[in-house]
């Protein structure tokens, strides 16, 4: 079992910055690579990042590529969702979740999410 938990989001205005936080407990964090999703009001959840188990390896939604970046620190067992020049039609429920595969597809393990609000 893996138990993953966010933090870091809020209201932010548009153009501003948020770094999400999703911190991991439970099995070897290193076994599993990790994405990011999320889902706004009345939508469907959508693919926003994923990231390898070593980190080296990334790829992004077309919607927010440039402009987010997904990292992980191993040793802390968390991995990040830097995300710069936001727009309103970011605000939506960011989840992590985690898949021992790479490129990932399952996503065994998600957590409960974290509110972001991006005002116009």
């Known amino acids: 079992q893996v138990q993953l938990v966010e933090s870091g989001g809020g209201l932010v205005q548009a153009g501003g910055s948020l770094r999400l936080s999703c911190a991991a407990s439970?099995?070897?964090?290193?076994?599993?690579?990790m994405g990011w999703f999320r889902q706004a009001p009345g939508k469907e959840r959508e693919f926003v990042a994923a990231?390898?188990?070593?980190?080296?390896?990334?790829y992004y939604a077309d919607s927010v590529k440039g402009r987010f970046t997904i990292s992980r620190d191993n040793a802390k067992n968390t991995v990040y969702l830097q995300m710069n020049s936001l727009k309103p039609e970011d605000t939506a429920v960011y989840y992590c979740?985690?898949?021992?595969?790479?490129?990932?597809?399952?996503?065994?393990?998600w957590g409960q999410g974290t509110q972001v609000t991006v005002s116009s």
């Open positions: 439970g099995r070897t964090f290193s076994s599993y690579a």
């Open positions: 979740a985690a898949d021992p595969l790479y490129p990932p597809g399952r996503y065994d393990y």
């Open positions: 990231i390898s188990w070593s980190g080296g390896s990334t």
